[in-house]
Nanobody, 115 residues
Framework: QVRLVESGGGLVQPGGSMRLSCAASDIILSINEAGWSRQAPGKQRELVAHITSGTTTTYLESVRDRFVISRDSVKNMMYLHMNRLGPEDTAVYFC?????????WGQGIQVTVSS
């Protein structure tokens, strides 16, 4: 059974950094499209970062110069490195993996940027 589990969230001060991790079970991250989305209170879920089965990455415009998505094929994990965080980045962050037939989602993890 495919399972995605996020970790690494919590409270961070404005201007700080944080790394989110996504551990995958029963699915290989490196051969599928994958990425991170987020949902802030009262807002729709938005795509933050995406990586293809190769190495092509795309980012939400507002995070392009601050966030980096990466994968570790040995550990079968995916990461979102977030820098220069601001209050506008506060949201629940979800990792996802897309196969040809289905998209799998993690349960989400809270990231709060506040002083």
């Amino acid at each position: 059974q495919v399972r995605l589990v996020e970790s690494g969230g919590g409270l961070v001060q404005p201007g700080g950094s944080m790394r989110l991790s996504c551990a995958a079970s029963d699915i290989i991250l490196s051969i599928n499209e994958a990425g991170w989305s987020r949902q802030a209170p009262g807002k729709q879920r938005e795509l933050v970062a995406h990586i293809t089965s190769g190495t092509t990455t795309t980012y939400l415009e507002s995070v392009r110069d601050r966030f980096v998505i990466s994968r570790d094929s040995v550990k079968n994990m995916m990461y979102l490195h977030m820098n220069r965080l601001g209050p506008e980045d506060t949201a629940v962050y979800f990792c996802f993996v897309k196969t040809l037939t289905k998209t799998y989602w993690g349960q989400g993890i809270q990231v709060t940027v506040s002083s």
